[in-house]
Structures are given as structure tokens and as C-alpha cells.
């Protein structure tokens, strides 16, 4: 079997393992793929390898060796599956893979929020503590996450986890799924209460054309001033001009984004002007860990298609 790896640099630092891919057959990879280069390199593959890499219509008519796509990745937007089940070529993905770095890096927003870590950082080394009349600092206002609201939107395998950790801080959770809650501990209250109850709004949910702008300025109206916003979700569930206006205007207290709209944000967001605005660069499914197990998962979905058997299967 030929494998082919069309974008690599997506996933790895150089700290990956692909023996996996080794181990079932002839095994190629490149750091990044357009589509004249995707069309030459999978000349003759059996199985292609694609993160963001785009597989279309006019790649699939121009591989007609391909039998599977395995996309590394939990989203497949990237691929033509119309196209692809017309082939009969088969598409799998991998979900579940970053169920514990997500919630990890929800965290770190929000305590980056809560305690000012990335300001009193950047305060210190310009001097501010160095010449300091007291002790310490009191420049920000922080706040205890023990006994605040965290409302979680998209309830999840990661919002689940979200939830936990929350437990461990001692606050209280409202969740919110539009697929609704079953065999939970959590009752699935309705949006608008979300909104009005939390402290935090913390999104898991995936990007609908029924999710987009979810969190616009009406929904922003409904929540405290004193509330903060996290999204490690998908940049299109929050309206950004909108949400950058609150934190401008001190209608929102804070927010910890993740994703945007447009990635890498090659013209500029609106956010990076916000006030009290952490943002990190669509990071927080990327340990290690999480990464090697996009690895190995994707992987077995090629080994059990090469086997005839059917996992994570999409098309």
C-alpha cells in the first residue's frame, strides 16, 4: 500500500512518531500540498493522508488509483465527499482525539482571566515589580473561580471534561447541548438562562448554520457585564465586531478566544484590539499528546480499511 502524508507540518513540530504509517506500507510525506502538487504526489497512492489539505472534485478525477482518504483531523469540510462517494473512495476522520487538551487549554484562559498571569508577566519584565513602593503588585482586579457560574455550551465528550474540571474549582455549571443532555447529572437548561446565569460562557459546540453568530450582540446583551467569554470551539460561533464592541465598551468583563473567523487571520481581527482579550492561536488541541494520537488513530483507520473492516468511517 502507498500512503501519502500532503500536509504534515500541520500536526508536527518534528516530534511525531509515523512509524505507524511506515508499518502499512511505502510511506511518503510533505510539509504542505497545493492542489497541482496534491495531483503529482498521490500519483499512484492507494491511501492519502490530508489535515487542511484540499481534496476536490478535480483532485479525486485525477487520482484514479485512490482508495481512501484519511483525514487527520476530526472536520472533513476540506473534502469533496459527494465526489468521494461517487469514487467509492473512502473517507474516514478522528474524533476524541484532544478530549483532554481542550479542556486544558479552557482552563488556561480562564485562569489567565481570572488571576491577570499574562499581565502581571508582561508587568514584571518591563520593571513595574522591580519599582514597586510595596511588596507586591494590585494592578488588576482578580477574582476566585469558587462559587462562580461556568455556563458550557455543547455538552459533549469535552464539555463533559470542561464540566469536571470545573467541579475541582468549586463552581457551579449550567450546560446547554441542542442535541440534548442524556444520562447526566446536568439538566439541559435553555440558552437564554445560560446567558443571564453565568460567570463564564465557555463554547464547545461545533460550527452549524445554525451555531454561527451564536454569541451576537443579542446573546451578549443577555449576559452579566461582569462576565467573560471562552472560545476554543470555531471562530464563526462568535460574532467578532460584536464581541470586540462589548469588551470595548466594558459590556463584557473579559474573554479568552482561541479560534477566529479566518485562520491564520492574514487580514487583521478585530480582537487583537479588544480589551482584557487573551487569545492563543487555535492551540489548544495541539499537545503532544493529542497530536500522536491523531497519529495512531489515523492509522488504524487506514489499517482497517487495507483489512476490509470499517472505522471512523464518514464516507
Given at each position: 500500500m502507498k500512503i501519502v502524508f500532503l500536509d504534515e507540518s500541520t500536526i508536527t513540530r518534528g516530534d511525531m512518531d509515523f512509524s505507524c504509517f511506515e508499518a502499512l506500507g511505502t510511506y511518503v510525506g510533505y510539509p504542505l500540498s497545493d492542489e497541482a502538487e496534491i495531483i503529482e504526489r498521490a500519483a499512484g497512492a492507494d491511501a492519502v493522508i490530508a489535515n487542511k489539505a484540499l481534496i476536490n472534485r478535480r483532485v479525486l478525477d485525477s487520482l484514479p488509483n485512490l482508495r481512501m482518504v484519511g483525514v487527520i483531523a476530526?472536520?472533513?469540510?476540506?473534502?469533496?465527499?459527494?465526489?468521494?462517494?461517487?469514487?467509492?473512495?473512502?473517507?474516514?476522520?478522528?474524533?476524541?482525539?484532544?478530549?483532554?487538551?481542550?479542556?486544558?487549554?479552557?482552563?488556561?484562559?480562564?485562569?489567565?482571566?481570572a488571576s491577570r498571569v499574562y499581565r502581571y508577566d508582561a508587568d514584571v519584565r518591563a520593571g513595574d515589580w522591580q519599582q514597586a513602593p510595596i511588596f507586591t503588585l494590585l494592578s488588576y482586579p482578580t477574582f476566585e473561580l469558587?462559587?462562580?457560574?461556568?455556563?458550557?455550551?455543547?455538552?459533549?465528550?469535552?464539555?463533559?471534561?470542561?464540566?469536571?474540571i470545573a467541579e475541582a474549582f468549586l463552581m457551579n455549571v449550567l450546560a446547554y447541548d441542542a442535541f440534548g443532555i442524556k444520562d447526566d447529572m446536568y439538566p439541559n437548561i435553555d440558552m437564554d438562562t445560560l446567558l443571564a446565569e453565568s460567570d463564564i460562557v465557555t463554547l464547545h459546540c461545533p460550527l452549524t448554520e445554525d451555531t454561527r453568530n451564536l454569541i451576537d450582540e443579542d446573546a451578549i446583551a443577555k449576559m452579566k457585564r461582569t462576565a467573560m467569554i471562552i472560545n476554543t470551539a470555531r471562530g464563526g460561533i462568535i460574532d467578532e465586531p460584536a464581541l470586540?464592541?462589548?469588551?470595548?465598551?466594558?459590556?463584557?468583563?473579559?474573554?479568552?478566544?482561541?479560534?477566529?473567523?479566518?485562520?491564520?487571520?492574514?487580514?487583521?481581527?478585530?480582537?487583537?484590539?479588544?480589551?482584557?482579550c487573551v487569545?492563543?492561536?487555535?492551540?489548544?488541541?495541539?499537545?503532544?499528546?493529542?497530536?500522536?494520537?491523531?497519529?495512531?488513530?489515523?492509522?488504524?483507520?487506514?489499517k482497517a480499511f487495507s483489512e476490509g473492516g470499517e472505522r471512523n468511517v464518514i464516507v
Open positions: 476530526t472536520g472533513y469540510n476540506n473534502i469533496d465527499l459527494d465526489s468521494a462517494r461517487e469514487k467509492g473512495v473512502r473517507v474516514c476522520n478522528v474524533a476524541g482525539y484532544a478530549a483532554n487538551s481542550v479542556p486544558q487549554h479552557t482552563f488556561a484562559l480562564i485562569l489567565n482571566l469558587a462559587g462562580k457560574t461556568l455556563g458550557i455550551v455543547g455538552f459533549g465528550t469535552i464539555g463533559k471534561n470542561v464540566a469536571r470586540a464592541g462589548a469588551l470595548n465598551n466594558g459590556r463584557l468583563a473579559g474573554a479568552g478566544i482561541d479560534v477566529v473567523e479566518e485562520e491564520p487571520p492574514k487580514n487583521g481581527n478585530v480582537l487583537f484590539t479588544a480589551q482584557n487569545l492563543t492561536p487555535h492551540a489548544a488541541w495541539s499537545t503532544v499528546e493529542a497530536r500522536q494520537k491523531l497519529v495512531d488513530e489515523t492509522a488504524e483507520n487506514i
